[in-house]
């Protein structure tokens, strides 16, 4: 699959991700895991990632130079975190920090597992993504379109 078809199945699946249309969002995740190699997935989960990036920059603004995006996880007093959910939140801070190398490892560790936990993670990484981007769109028509201040 080339590069622009596969980048407009992305936006498509998002599009659905965000409106909360589930059986939609697999139904495009299944056209794009069945047209791509290894590589090509890990490129789509890092447009997916640049996509939940864009919304923490709508909800927050720019960090500072010296800042970094982190993304907290539930409380573990509270239950274990699911590690597709763990997978996600450090895929988009890895990303959103401009760090390819952790990206890549979190990657890699997820496709080298089992095809339910790596379906699980990309999954994962989708949810997050639909979830942040509502968050930004709910945030900015609350605030006539002025995204919060960054939390430093």
């Known amino acids: ?6 980048s407009q199945l992305v936006m498509e699946m998002l599009r659905h991700a965000v409106n909360g249309n589930h059986d939609e969002t697999m139904r495009v995740l299944g056209d794009i895991v069945r047209a791509c190699d290894g590589q090509q997935l890990y490129s789509v989960c890092c447009g997916i990632a640049d996509a939940a990036r864009q919304s923490l920059i709508k909800l927050f603004g720019h960090p500072s130079p010296e800042g970094l995006w982190a993304l907290a996880a539930g409380d573990p007093d509270e239950g274990c975190q699911h590690p597709a959910h763990t997978f996600a939140l450090r895929f988009v801070a ?59």
Do not use: W
């Open 1 to 6: 699959m080339d590069t622009f078809r596969r």
């Open 94 to 152: 890895a990303y959103a920090n401009g760090d390819k190398d952790t990206c890549s490892a979190l990657y890699l560790a997820a496709y080298r597992a089992s095809p339910a936990d790596y379906g699980q993670s990309v999954t994962a990484l989708i949810g997050l993504t639909g979830y942040l981007t509502r968050a930004a769109i709910e945030e900015l028509a609350a605030n006539d379109g002025s995204p919060a201040p960054h939390p430093h």
